[in-house]
DNA sequence: TAGTGGTCTAGACCACGCT
DNA sequence: GCGTGGTCTAGACCACTAG
């Protein structure tokens, strides 16, 4: 593997009689491989083939939707064995990078599928099934970003974004204000019109058009209270409790890619959590 | 394994020559030795064992803090491979049952460490690290079940619960109001002295005193407005928005043994989300 | 030095989905 | 029937901890 690169740790096609095997002091613990370290950072096999995939899967090789080669092809191709690479794997599902089907092989993950469309939707109806918003654009502008904004997306302040406002609905009563800020360099594109013709969750969007997968994001929430303007939008009384929704999206190698900031209405909904 | 008591598979000490061996069309995928099911419904052997780790841990075998026996032991006792244990007890891990320290063992979870206590709060501030909350407890009474909260703990509505009222506070300042009510039946002898004097997080004291660990909950977040006793007690204005935080905790089997209901100043804290 | 969990391998069979 | 992921085993060596 690796090609004689060694990025932390380098694997010799040693089978026996390892001559140059110094009994290292920080080697994987590889069984019939030998290996040797680099550096003093230390890092498992298969956490090297995760992150070889991880960048197969950043670089586009293998799109959202796909299939991605079996795991023996990705051992034989690794010159590691099946059990290292489905380790690999193992942790990449459950990070929902990758989904995997019995009998069917493993797919790259994406947002147009039923179990993902609630994976950033924590609002829930008190009672009964949850169901898809009705999605109502306010505004699209391209805008320079403000202070905060540039700051959480790591970019400079003034620096173009793409900012929208929306109204999502559930059985007709409006619900959730969302206001969005986007990198303009890799939205470069989205309009108004883009957005209202697109059918499915906004991620879906963002990944199939613009090649920018969100893969997890942080929220702060607070209780603030309804100004008057987004009173009406909301279709509440100035002064009514929101939930306030702050969140920052990541896409791969942890970059921000996504500010956004909810307002909720709670009187018939709440934000669900699991702890555990 | 199981003596030959079956739950939903046999498997059978066989090595070779399995003259019994019908080829089950539901057998587990076993290696050396052969696995037939008596129902319908298949488990894999790795999940029975983890069935039965979570039954010591329930029955209190092995108690919170306690080394659980080694890896090779469990395997030698439930006559499988390492392997199989090992991909039980990896479960367990990824369930904050159990903790692995590497050189030193596998140990019962507990509430009575660092990496605990900031697991079921999720009240952040905005700047700088997480502390301590200062608790001061208001008010510990016996009383009959709300019809919610008899509904919620899987009780009959009137039957004896253990009411909890109580204000923690950030550096001096009031910030978050806890009502807890939790089944007569289990905290039987639960004072306000006895929640003075205990030093550490409350669900420690669960624990350790009354055999009760709390191992997951759910919440539901909302945003609501103080009532005037509230705004005593927090140290705020009546009308000032607040997070209302209703959780369910569970301890093994699913088990409902608290209702919370906490009132959260959000001024200078927030509620940290996670989204993957 | 001994014992524990952590990594890695090789090989076997099973459940599943498709052709 | 074949290929995929899922389970299970046996054995090896490594990293870490403690006596």
Redesign the interface.
Known sequence: MLDGKPVFMVKLIVMSSAASNQSSNNASGAGSGVAITASPTFSPLYQQIKALITQSLQSGEWKPGELIPSEVELASRFKVSQGTVRKAIDELSA??LVVRRQGKGTFVATHHEERAHY??L?LMPDEGEAKQPDNRVVEVKRMRAPAEVARLLDMKSGDSVIFIRRVQSFDGVPTILDELWLPGALFRGLTVERLVEYKGPMYGLFETEFGTRM???????????AEPQVGELLDVQP?T???SV??VSFTYGDKPVEVRRGL?R?DTH???????
Chains 1, 2 share one sequence.
């Open positions: 990070e929902n994976r950033f924590r893969i997890r994001a942080t929220e702060r929430v607070r209780a603030v209270l002064g409790p929101l939930l702050e969140r909720y709670t709440h934000y669900h959590n699991e702890l555990s």
